[in-house]
């Protein structure tokens, strides 16, 4: 007889419960939603404003499907997108500008479903509809910001080495120009900005007195990269604020980058919200008070700008210097917590570079005010500017004034995230409606169904009983594929859908090998059940060869492939590993349901065996 121990049953259908449990979700589909965040923690997001929400809607004859609280977002379903962008208008209307209002997709899972984390699989935009960007950085602005960098690094240097200069000025792209006194001054700085910035090249203009500095080449190429590198982290950091399930941010090319917001509809908060990034600059406040009354009537002096500080007044004018002494790329962690009066306040935890700069910036303006400055979507505030009374070395510094702790945990939140290295255009610009999803979908569904029909019936035909039975594995091969990308919350797009089709004609090869086996048992005389279990104990080491020799090649994909490509390396290596499962252990275990009671089997339905003629 051909019987498995009752462990391996129960172990097969607990396997089989629970990937039709997590499958389930799939089928739901989802529904339109608007999503409402805080811009900033010191706006909440709680019970209140839902209540609020809820009888704005009602007064305004617009009935939601749900509205719930999720993390720290509000999310209000619907029935269709219609009354979906109606509610998004009201509610902005409501809200203001204090709050991220988008709209979304959420699943449509009951509640028993969601209760036991079974969620739907995450679809790519080319199956759920969203937004797609590609984005190129500005390369220029990346290297004039570097240039930026180095003017005040020049100017830091000349001082400390206590060496008279003149102008620092542009020429060119890459090129600075220092104006030095006389020969002798201009040896000396030559020899110590060669010591101390070894990216720059050096030539020296000994009639004008001027000194000559050039980026290289190698360190442009450095800087590009690093803008990009640096762009692409901020905006994952950004477009966390969106709720996006599985966003698709990545290099393409030297100076390109993709973006693709799945599920996500509103291209203007997209926008909006990779757009948002903020850093820190320390500049140095101007008191003198003719300059102070000359800006305030209107004409700013060349150098300085007229920025808001806030106090616990109210916004209140502050000039300062245009020259940047810091920034927030020198920032390594920034944290919320308090001074030493119990106020809220913002501590700053700066790399070498920035506590070298921090330290003799202090040293030399002890007496003088210096403003941090917060810059977000181009727009500077002052958070504070102390007087400083002595040099501050180790890294660390503080930032406090007119902020309770919430708003001091959006500030910290803000400089960790950090900022755009460079500019962005953007130069393509696509929406992927859901009703295109939805087809992408139908059409993938339908060609993996036929598919498995078609195979279906071949075995059915061809193999009879024992077809039947490898067709029941590979239904729960396509049930546990689907749970496991589920439970995973792997991101399905059409590539994905292309490996599940491919996956079931590999599945059922497994079958068709462990069929003929059992065939070539009976042709040469072996009883049927010997001969069962001699099929499915051969085939076993040839289907184990020919699965991980695919596994190899899979995982390769997944390794060195990208975007499309890795969505298919994905599904297609955990399909081979059910279809292991399946086609060994699934379709055995109904065979010995099946056959396996019967102490006396006279033959089995496996389609015709044909026997060598014998002379």
Not at 302 to 316: C, I, K, R, S, V
């Amino acid at each position: 007889m051909n019987r498995f121990p009752i462990w391996k049953y129960l172990l097969i259908a607990l396997v089989l419960i629970t990937s039709a449990i997590y499958t389930l979700p799939n089928f739901f589909g989802e529904t339109p939603a608007v999503q409402i965040s805080s811009s900033r923690q010191s706006i909440p997001v709680d019970t209140a404003l839902m209540a609020r929400i809820e009888d704005s809607l009602k007064q305004q004859g617009i009935a939601p499907q749900g509205i719930f609280l999720d993390g720290n977002s509000l999310k209000v379903r619907f029935k269709d997108p219609d009354t979906q962008i109606k509610a998004r208008d009201a509610i902005q209307q409501l809200l203001g500008d204090n709050y991220i209002i988008a709209l979304n997709l959420l699943p449509a899972s009951p509640q028993w479903l969601t209760r036991l984390h079974a969620n739907p699989m995450f679809l790519g935009l080319d199956l759920r509809g969203g937004v797609h960007f590609l984005l190129e950085v500005d390369m220029k602005a990346a290297v004039d910001k570097t240039m930026e960098r180095y003017a005040g690094d020049i100017r830091r240097e000349l001082r400390s080495a206590k060496i008279r200069y003149g102008n620092i000025k542009r020429s060119g792209d890459t090129t600075l120009e220092v104006q030095l006194r006389d020969e002798a001054t201009l040896t000396a700085a030559a020899d110590q900005l060669a010591r101390n910035l070894p990216t720059l090249s050096f030539n020296s203009d000994k009639a004008g007195n001027r000194l000559i500095l050039t980026l290289k080449p190698e360190e442009i190429s450095r800087v590009q990269g690093d803008a990009v590198k640096q762009n692409i982290t901020t905006l994952h950091n950004r477009v966390n604020e969106l709720g996006v399930a599985e966003p698709v941010i990545q290099q393409a090319g030297p100076s390109r980058i993709v973006v693709q917001l799945p599920g996500v509809q509103d291209t203007a908060k997209a926008k909006d919200i990779l757009g948002r990034t903020a850093t820190l600059q320390v500049r140095m406040v101007e008191d003198d008070s003719a300059k102070m009354a000359e800006a305030l009537a209107g004409t700013t002096p060349a150098g300085y700008e007229l920025l808001d500080e806030l106090t616990p007044q109210g916004p209140q004018k502050i000039l300062v210097k245009k020259d940047v002494e810091l920034t927030g790329d020198n920032i390594n962690d920034a944290q919320a917590g308090f001074d030493e009066n119990g106020g809220a306040a913002v501590h700053i935890n700066l790399d070498a570079a920035g506590a070298a700069i921090f330290r003799d910036v202090t040293a030399q303006s002890i007496g003088k005010r210096m403003a941090m400055i917060l810059v977000e979507k181009g727009k500077a505030e002052v958070v504070t500017a102390p007087v400083i009374r002595s040099e501050i070395g180790g890294g660390r510094v503080q930032i406090s004034g007119s902020m309770n702790p919430a708003e001091a945990n959006d500030v910290a939140l803000l400089l960790r995230a950090g900022s755009l290295a460079a500019p962005m255009n953007i130069i393509e610009e696509r929406t992927v409606g859901p009703s295109l999803g939805k087809e992408n979908i139908e059409k993938g569904f339908h060609s993996t169904m036929w598919g498995f029909a078609a195979i279906a019936v071949f075995m059915a035909l061809y193999y009879g009983v024992f077809g039947v039975i490898s067709v029941i594995s590979l239904a729960a091969n396509l049930f546990m594929l689907v749970a496991i990308l589920s439970m995973l919350q792997a991101t399905l797009t059409l590539p994905g859908i292309a490996a599940i089709a491919l996956t079931l004609g590999m599945a059922i090869d497994a079958n068709v090998l462990i069929n003929e086996r059992i065939r070539e048992e009976l042709r040469n005389g072996v009883p049927p059940q010997s001969a069962i279990n001699a099929g499915y104990g051969h085939a076993w080491a040839t289907i184990l060869d020919s699965n991980v020799t695919t596994l190899i090649a899979g995982l390769a994909l997944l390794i060195f492939g990208s975007g499309p490509v890795r969505g298919f390396a994905v599904v297609h290596c955990l399909g081979i590993l059910t279809s292991m499962f399946s086609a060994v252990l699934v379709s055995r275990a109904v065979v010995n349901l099946w056959y396996g009671r019967r102490r006396r089997l006279a033959s089995v339905s496996i389609g015709q065996v044909w026997k060598p003629e014998t002379k």
